[in-house]
């Protein structure tokens, strides 16, 4: 009987473990580049999809991250020695950075303590505990259902329960292996529905707030069981065999490309196989339709003010519109005041940690987007204060943030977002009337007090019949 239990487990590993991608020996150069030249060469590089660009962006004296599977590490070293330019190595084994990310305490404390970073299912599970112990004022929400059918979880924070209050919304994961995002925003309803600092106490309790941790379940389920580096949803579309992608199942759509403000306007992809693939047509994904759909749904039951979207990494605040540049940024409206706002929060956040972060949007700063979900947040539903943080750090590890780093960076980013709302509160944003028509519900949004039911639980079923039939074989 045990001899059966120990084959039925490994052939039930084995079957969970299939298709896990291994980055074991991959490495990661930095180029940095000296004139037009070599930022050319990069650019043209980057269309080559055995190499793998952790940076989006590619500029003059810019540090360019490129990982590259073991079998191209000659043939690109050589490459750039015979072009004199620096290739260096930074990381000789991107699996064992992995690794050491998903490391747990061998001990681990009841309450989650944000000392690691956790699963799907473990932040949904902890969405369901923490709306439990905070009933009065917390509310478990569905803000819709993934490609795959996963629901994703939100909470609505409500303390006062009066009419035509101040709203907020904040967004996190919808890039998948930015772990950061889901762990920074956890914290921020942790602090929103625990912390006893009168600054956070006031934040908490004068704004409903409307907080998502994974916008994209399946995705960030993809990343802790098959290919951590995966950036989009899982949609299965547009199959076309992709060299730079490991397995050819899915090649999904970049979520924030999706959005239909000047959607595939530039800095987004037509190609499938790219990382911005930006879809089939604007809101062709049903993430993004239920993101747009309840942004417009929360906006007619008060004053929406806030919207805020993390992502990693950079160390930057950008402020819309992603597609603008120069003197095109006084386009978007009260750019000066987001642009004050956000400028004010940062002298705070620096204060926590020492940390920098840049300001802008992102044509000015990063690179040229369209199709993002706080520029349509901004463009579209007209919300006012509405920003896009990218998190920690400024590349030492990128997308493979340590998690004794998770604390430290969510301290900084509580202390720049109560400087922020303290300086939208006094520029009179609160005193904005809303004279939109009255709430109705679209019907892929079902607010729910019911416990969040494991999202992994389709994929595990299917497992175990895979298991079952291998077991009844053997």
Same mark, same amino acid.
């Given at each position: 009987m045990i001899l059966k239990e120990i084959i039925f487990l490994v052939v039930l590993v084995a079957a969970v473990n299939a298709d896990y991608v291994s980055y074991k020996n991959y490495k990661v150069y930095k180029i940095v580049p000296k004139n037009e030249n070599e930022v050319q060469i990069l650019l043209d590089l980057r269309k080559q999809p055995q190499y793998y660009f952790w940076n989006d962006i590619v500029s003059l004296y810019s540090d360019v991250k490129i990982m590259v599977a073991p079998k191209n590490q000659e043939e690109f070293e050589n490459y750039f020695k015979s072009i004199n330019i620096p290739a260096e190595?930074?990381?000789?084994?991107?699996?064992?950075?992995? *690794? *050491?990310?998903?490391?747990?305490?061998?001990?681990?404390?009841?309450?989650?303590?944000w000392t690691y970073y956790l699963t799907l299912d473990e932040i949904n599970a902890w969405l369901t505990r923490i709306v439990e112990e905070h009933s009065d004022v917390a509310t478990l929400v569905n803000l819709g259902t993934s490609v795959e059918g996963r629901t994703i979880w939100g909470v609505k924070i409500d303390y006062k329960k009066e009419e035509n209050p101040v709203i907020g919304m904040i967004? &996190? &994961?919808?890039?998948?292996?930015? %772990? !950061?995002?889901?762990?920074?925003?956890?914290?921020?309803?942790?602090?929103?529905l625990t912390s006893t600092d009168e600054n956070v106490r006031f934040m908490a309790e004068n704004i409903v707030w409307h907080i998502f941790p994974v916008v994209n379940p399946d995705g960030y389920y993809y990343t802790f069981n098959n290919n951590r580096m995966w950036r989009k949803n899982r949609g299965k579309d547009n199959f076309t065999p992709c060299a730079n992608v490991a397995d050819d199942i899915s090649n999904g759509i970049d979520l924030n490309r999706n959005f239909g403000f000047v959607w595939m306007l530039t800095g987004a992809s037509q190609n499938p196989c790219a990382e911005t693939y930006a879809g089939p047509s604007e809101f062709s994904e049903p993430e993004s339709r239920a993101i747009s759909n309840y942004v417009l749904y929360i906006k007619n039951q008060g004053r929406m003010i806030y919207y805020f979207a993390f992502h990693s990494y950079s160390q930057m605040v950008l402020v819309p519109y992603s597609h603008l540049s120069g003197y095109d940024v006084i386009n978007a409206p009260n750019y000066a005041d987001m642009y004050e706002i956000a400028i004010r929060g940062m002298d705070k956040l620096k204060a926590k940690h020492n940390t920098d972060y840049q300001v802008g949007t992102s044509g000015d700063i990063l690179y040229e987007?369209? &199709?993002?979900?706080? *520029? %349509?947040v901004k463009g579209v539903a007209? !919300? +006012? !204060?509405?920003?896009?943080?990218?998190?920690?750090?400024? &590349?030492?590890?990128g997308f493979?943030? +340590?998690a004794e780093r998770i604390i430290p960076n969510n301290e900084e980013i509580m202390a720049g977002l109560l400087e922020m709302e303290r300086v939208t509160r006094n520029m009179g944003y609160y005193n904005i009337q809303n004279e939109s028509e009255p709430a109705t519900l679209p019907t892929t949004v079902e607010p729910s007090t019911t416990a969040a039911p494991g999202s992994g639980m389709k994929t595990v079923f299917s497992v175990f019949l895979i298991a079952l039939c291998l077991f009844v074989t053997l």
């Open positions: 190595v930074v990381f000789n084994d991107v699996q064992k950075l992995i *690794d *050491d990310q998903v490391k747990r305490p061998v001990r681990r404390n009841v309450v989650y303590d967004e &996190g &994961g919808i890039h998948s292996r930015e %772990w !950061i995002s889901p762990a920074t925003v956890t914290y921020i309803i942790n602090e929103f987007v369209s &199709g993002s979900s706080f *520029d %349509w007209e !919300i +006012p !204060i509405v920003y896009l943080f990218e998190l920690r750090d400024v &590349g030492e590890f493979l943030l +340590p």
